[in-house]
T-cell receptor, first 112, second 117 residues
Framework: GQNIDQPTEMTATEGAIVQINCTYQ??????LFWYQQHAGEAPTFLSY????GLEEKGRFSSFLSRSKGYSYLLLKELQMKDSASYLC?????????????FGDGTTLTVKP | GAVVSQHPSRVICKSGTSVKIECRSL??????MFWYRQFPKQSLMLMAT?????????EQGVEKDKFLINHASLTLSTLTVTSAHPEDSSFYIC?????????????FGSGTQLSVL
């Protein structure tokens, strides 16, 4: 199975930068995803990493180190609307190809 | 981007009744659909994986006779909660994965909030 750990809650100030970490232990790693989920809504895709390194997309960046089983999501120039839960998900391949397991999510609160 | 439509968005039913939730991929063929359940303030828990034309694969601890999944076509999968009970009250979300070119991410439906009285 997969063990995925991420902090439960984080607080940051509007305009600042925040880094949300995710560590995982899995067999058959085949990609790591970050999703944003506002309360009562379905998750929306933010980023995808399958190779080591940093992927940048506007205010959001995601980093992956497969050897360390570690990823982070970096949010810059925080806005109030960024207050949400951020889910780290690991996809596996092999016989379970395409199946993703989600972490418990990190609830980010952005304060003025 | 690809769109996944999920209906209904909210259901309130009496204990003992059955509820059907539909998940449709609107502009792509979903070879695989995943059904998740999410309790308040918890993460998504995968219930089952359904592939078009074959039986669903259920995760450990999920009763296949209670949560019936049908993936009869490349654009439609249904989840039926049979004889629902209050403990089945939860947020149910489907996601779809298409053929080549869509392997990088899941497309989620908007979710169904089920409340069993």
């Amino acid at each position: 199975g997969q063990n995925i750990d991420q902090p439960t809650e984080m607080t940051a100030t509007e305009g600042a930068i925040v880094q949300i970490n995710c560590t995982y232990q899995t067999s058959g790693f085949n990609g790591l995803f970050w999703y944003q989920q506002h309360a009562g809504e379905a998750p929306t895709f933010l980023s995808y990493n399958v190779l080591d390194g940093l992927e940048e997309k506007g205010r959001f960046s995601s980093f992956l180190s497969r050897s360390k089983g570690y990823s982070y999501l970096l949010l810059k120039e925080l806005q109030m609307k960024d207050s949400a839960s951020y889910l780290c998900a690991v996809r596996v391949g092999g016989t379970n190809a395409g199946k993703s397991t989600f972490g418990d999510g990190t609830t980010l609160t952005v304060k003025p | 981007g690809a769109v996944v439509s999920q209906h209904p968005s909210r259901v309130i039913c009496k204990s003992g009744t059955s509820v059907k939730i539909e998940c449709r991929s609107l502009d792509f063929q979903a070879t695989t659909m995943f059904w998740y359940r999410q309790f308040p303030k918890q993460s998504l828990m995968l219930m089952a994986t359904s592939n078009e034309g074959s039986k669903a694969t259920y995760e450990q601890g999920v009763e296949k006779d209670k949560f019936l999944i049908n993936h009869a076509s490349l654009t439609l999968s249904t989840l039926t909660v049979t004889s629902a009970h209050p403990e089945d009250s939860s947020f149910y979300i489907c996601s779809a994965r298409g053929r080549t070119g869509f392997n990088e991410k899941l497309f989620f439906g908007s979710g169904t909030q089920l409340s069993v009285l």
